[in-house]
């Protein structure tokens, strides 16, 4: 569409892919294409057998962070815009998905679920015997663009996710099934916690 929103144009057109989705490829790969404006001219990125997916563009658009299944569980993965130089940032037995970058390009904001526990416990009550996963809940986490620093910013039992930067300030904001509601980090990013 023009700048001013008029004369929109439908990019996509796959009756195999939600729309919601524009990341899903025309193979049903789930790999990471860019386009033109126009719709035209599709290059795919990744072209890899595993599922790669929410891509985010750097500020400078000089590199795409995602996030894929190719190493066996879902981790972050940063690469150049045109598909060249990808590099894992996370790796751990948890699953890791990427959302935003801060507005100078040297954070990167994320939701993991690390503190899941495989192991069910028993539950203790008598009256009512059954057993518990103790913990599944998603975190938000902030790392150096190079996967270097992952720090925990929040940590309750609720599911935490969808974490951006708030462009005015740097500072991290996220959404909460505690309520859902948006919470914002009273801190910067780059300052102590």
Known sequence: M???GRYPKNLTNNPECEDGFPSCSPNGNYDIYVMSADGGNPINLTNHPA????????????????????????????MDADGSNVIRLTNN??????????????????ASNRDWQEKP????????????FPRDMWEIYV????????IRLTNNRADDGDPSFLRIVGRPAASSDKGFALW???KRVNEPF
């Open 143 to 150: 790392m150096d663009a190079n996967g270097r620093n992952q």
């Open 51 to 78: 599922l790669d997916g929410h891509p985010v563009w750097s500020p400078d658009s000089s590199k795409i962070a995602f996030d894929s299944w190719r190493d066996g569980n879902l981790e972050i993965y940063v």
């Open 121 to 132: 416990r028993r539950w203790r009550d008598r009256r009512r015997p059954g057993v518990m």
């Open 93 to 110: 037995p948890a699953e890791d998905i990427v959302y935003d970058w801060s507005p100078d390009g040297q954070k990167i904001a994320f």
């Open 184 to 186: 914002g980090c009273a």
């Open 2 to 4: 023009d700048a001013d």
